[in-house]
């Protein structure tokens, strides 16, 4: 995580209680500004986005740039794996121990980049009326998205490496193809920052794999991270 310079190391434990504890804590010591947090996986975007809802409320809209929904429960999902529940599960709808206190509205929620949702993440999807945006669509329609929610919103960013087409990216648990090129993301990110407050950035799932794929990934988080500072 990082604030205004300070950095604050977690170390990650595997219970997963446990780890969203010192997260929690390691937050409640940073101020005000953006907060950057680099996971391990998206189940690490917990309490960072947990703690955005509590500061910020109604204003907050969670744009959740991933190849995947993250919107199983404990019942529905495949693997059972927490960080394909994180985003249903801030949303009052997960593990105990692993809901906030303050639970995010669905309709708060953009999806940016999913192409591989589950039968009944697809279904929450439709019944909440979660907007959902596809690869093809621009950063205006993103903004634009976060717009129709709130034109005062502040935004969380949470981004999934696996997000990236795995043609150009190979290094996450779980390629999808189909997904974004590194401009293209940057440029989703860029114009939503053009017109709102960042107040959280998540970069989450990187596996190393290659120097391809690192000598990449450092242009590319500096840039997002500049993308987001405020202005």
Not at 24 to 53: H, S
Not at 97 to 125: K, N, T, W
Not at 158 to 172: G, M, Q, R, T
């Amino acid at each position: 995580m990082v604030d205004a310079g300070r950095r604050v190391r977690v170390e990650v434990d595997d219970d997963l209680v446990v780890t969203a504890s010192r997260v929690r804590e390691a937050i409640a010591r940073v101020g005000d500004g953006l907060v950057v947090t680099a996971g391990g996986d998206c189940g690490v975007e917990l309490e960072p986005v947990a703690a955005a809802i509590k500061r910020h409320g109604d204003r907050l809209v969670v744009v959740w740039i991933d190849a995947h929904g993250d919107l199983n429960t404990p019942e529905s999902s495949p693997s059972g794996a927490f960080h394909g529940m994180v985003l249903r599960a801030l949303t009052g709808d997960g593990p105990a121990g692993l809901v906030p206190g303050d639970p995010l509205d669905p309709g708060r929620i953009v999806l940016a980049g999913v192409r591989d949702l589950d039968a009944p993440e697809l279904a929450f999807v439709e019944e909440r009326g979660i907007r959902w945006l596809t690869v093809a669509d621009s950063g205006a329609a993103l903004a634009d998205a976060v717009a129709d929610i709130r034109d005062d919103a502040v935004v969380y960013v949470h981004i999934d490496l696996d997000v990236l087409d795995p043609e150009v990216f190979a290094s996450v648990g779980c390629p999808t193809p189909g997904g974004l090129r590194p401009d293209e993301l940057l440029s989703l990110v860029s114009a939503v920052a053009g017109r709102f407050e960042v107040v959280g950035l998540g970069l989450m799932e990187y596996e190393a794999f290659g120097e391809r794929d690192q000598g990449m990934l450092a242009g590319l988080v500096e840039a997002l991270v500049e993308a987001c500072l405020p202005r």
